[in-house]
């Protein structure tokens, strides 16, 4: 059996995802709120061993990212317990099967949507020669090794005008009135975990 079969212990995760061994325990404990479900194997008794799956390395990475960049603990949960539509049969969170996208980003607003979730993925391949939507612009502008980007909009995003990119209202029609909008490199999180396993 190899080690994604058998699952990757607490220590194991938080060397992957750059965090304490005791916050991966505490995240995935009944105590805090269950941040972190285990994929593998989860007792729900105090004390238990607990086992993740590379999928669980990911979303501590996330956790971490987004509670260093303010979010509440709530929020995360939230965002984490979401259930995403796959992207081309995979999963975004899974490391280990790849997406077949050039990008793939969270992207989270403020205030949040009263019609749909506060946040959705998105992901592509990027065209440098014709950026179809403000996102791709986002991803081409910044590169791809940012982990998380805060755009403030004080009037609220909207299309672009000038110049006009012909997918805005498709890929970023829920941004529409976004005062805060931040994008997560999901992509980038999946390729750094995917490399120390």
Known sequence: MNRRELGYRASEVA????????????????WSGRLIRPDIEDKRLAGSRKLFSARNIVQVRIAQVLLQAGFTRARVAKILTRRWPRAGGAD?????HPLGLEYA??????PPPRSTGEAFMSGDDLK??????WLE?????????????RVDFPDGWRPQVQP????DAAQCGE??????IWLLNVKKLRDEIRKRL
Not at 18 to 25: E, G, H, K, N
Not at 128 to 133: Q, T
């Open 15 to 30: 060397k992957a995802a750059r965090v304490l061994p005791s916050t991966v325990r505490y995240w995935a404990g009944g």
């Open 92 to 96: 975004w969170f899974d490391p280990l």
């Open 105 to 110: 980003l969270m992207v989270i607003r403020e």
């Open 128 to 133: 440098p020669e014709a950026r179809r939507s």
């Open 137 to 149: 612009a986002m991803v081409g502008a910044a590169g791809p090794d940012f982990e998380l980007l």
């Open 164 to 167: 006009r990119l012909p997918e």
């Open 175 to 180: 941004l529409t009135g976004a005062r805060v």
